[in-house]
């Protein structure tokens, strides 16, 4: 994948093969969610090779009525999510990676905080 990524309303690109020399910013941070609906729990849970059942009790909670994944802390206001491989610096289960993983950085929220995705990943470049 060398192609720079563009998406529809937003002032940016994103150039996937920069994802290489990052440390893993957009799995690792503050404390937040990682919203994942049935269809990727089920995708997740066979890429895993378990079921569903186990998936939701071994790695997401449920907040309202919908699920995240869970994180691991590693310092004081610095997390990361379960299946991010510290050692390897990469997801483990990026073949089944939710939807909000799979958008990043083409979130509505970055589109009025430019500044702040471009510190964060290291992949963005002005169009």
């Known amino acids: 994948m060398n ?17 290489d020399t990052c440390a893993g910013n957009c799995c690792i941070g503050e404390s937040g969610y ?3 609906n049935k269809t990727e729990q089920e995708d997740l ?19 309202g009525y919908k ?4 994180e691991k802390r590693l ?12 050692g390897k610096r990469q997801c483990s289960v990026y073949e ?3 939807k909000q993983c799979r958008t990043f950085p083409f979130w ?3 589109k009025t905080r430019i500044n702040e995705v471009k510190e964060e990943c290291p992949a963005i470049k002005d169009i």
């Not at 310092?75 to 510290?86: M, T």
């Open 67 to 70: 699920y995240t994944i869970n």
């Open 3 to 19: 192609e720079i990524i563009k998406q529809d309303g937003f002032p940016y690109s994103f150039n996937p093969k920069a994802c």
């Open 96 to 98: 089944a990676r939710p």
């Open 108 to 110: 509505d929220y970055f």
């Open 45 to 63: 849970a066979k890429l895993l090779n378990i079921e569903v059942d186990e998936l939701v009790h071994k790695f997401l909670r449920k907040v």
């Open 75 to 86: 310092a004081e206001n610095n997390y990361a999510c379960v299946f991010f491989d510290l």
């Open 34 to 36: 990682i919203w994942i």
